[in-house]
T-cell receptor, first 114, second 109 residues
Framework: IAGITQAPTSQILAAGRRMTLRCTQD?????MYWYRQDLGLGLRLIHY???????GKGEVPDGYSVSRANTDDFPLTLASAVPSQTSVYFC?????????????FGPGTRLTVL | GIQVEQSPPDLILQEGANSTLRCNFS?????LQWFHQNPWGQLINLFY???GTKQNGRLSATTVATERYSLLYISSSQTTDSGVYFC???????????FGTGTRLTVIP
């Protein structure tokens, strides 16, 4: 059982380019989440999905979009990347469809926007 | 949004020592979680503890929701305990999980 996988592991991207970060879980969890982690700021919630077919905005949603076509996958898209989106991105999931439920994290994607 | 403050920001321990990490939050919460981020960046859920006390091996946690704080106890620390410890809270009425800025723990042999 892999748990949560993220791809790519790291990426350097030119400003203005479109980028999709992938996240897949095999635990059949209802809810999935995307966070960004910046030095000195901890983790901040970008978007979440309580169940397949639904999504919601977190604390810092601007510049990002998500979709949840099925239970396992929750891609995060940067339509036109900017340098302030340089960060480490973590995907997480929880069995229950609540933001506050016990969460399990993927290994992260380190994104650099130049 | 809710403010989540962790203390101390940094802590250096000799192997075998005990420590207490604190998490204060500014408003009522539905639940609270503690996470450990190891030096390789992996985040592990330690406790899901909206109230009361839980123990898992050398680690235990206590949340006193009415007084808006939680404590994480690490006993007989080991070098593998090094990393950053985060608490995260779900503010009542807000569909969001807010993280503190963490306590960086270094355990030296």
């Amino acid at each position: 059982i892999a748990g949560i996988t993220q791809a790519p592991t790291s990426q350097i991207l030119a400003a203005g380019r479109r980028m999709t970060l992938r996240c897949t879980q095999d635990m059949r969890h209802n809810a999935m989440y995307w966070y960004r982690q910046d030095l000195g700021l901890g983790l901040r919630l970008i978007h979440y999905s309580n169940t397949a077919g639904t999504t919601g905005k977190g604390e810092v949603p601007d510049g990002y979009s998500v979709s949840r076509a099925n239970t396992d996958d929750f891609p995060l898209t940067l339509a036109s990347a900017v340098p302030s989106q340089t960060s480490v991105y973590f995907c997480a999931s929880s069995e229950e469809g609540l933001v506050g439920a016990k969460q399990f994290f993927g290994p992260g994607t380190r994104l650099t926007v130049l | 949004g809710i403010q989540v403050e962790q203390s101390p920001p940094d802590l250096i321990l000799q192997e075998g020592a005990n420590s207490t990490l604190r998490c204060n939050f500014s408003d009522s919460v539905n639940n609270l979680q503690w996470f450990h981020q190891n030096p390789w960046g992996q985040l592990i859920n330690l406790f899901y503890i909206p109230s009361g006390t839980k123990q898992n091996g050398r680690l235990s946690a206590t949340t006193v929701a009415t007084e808006r704080y939680s404590l994480l106890y690490i006993s007989s620390s080991q070098t593998t305990d090094s990393g950053v410890y985060f608490c995260a809270v779900e503010e009542t009425g807000a569909n969001n999980l807010f993280f503190g800025t963490g306590t960086r723990l270094t355990v030296i042999p």
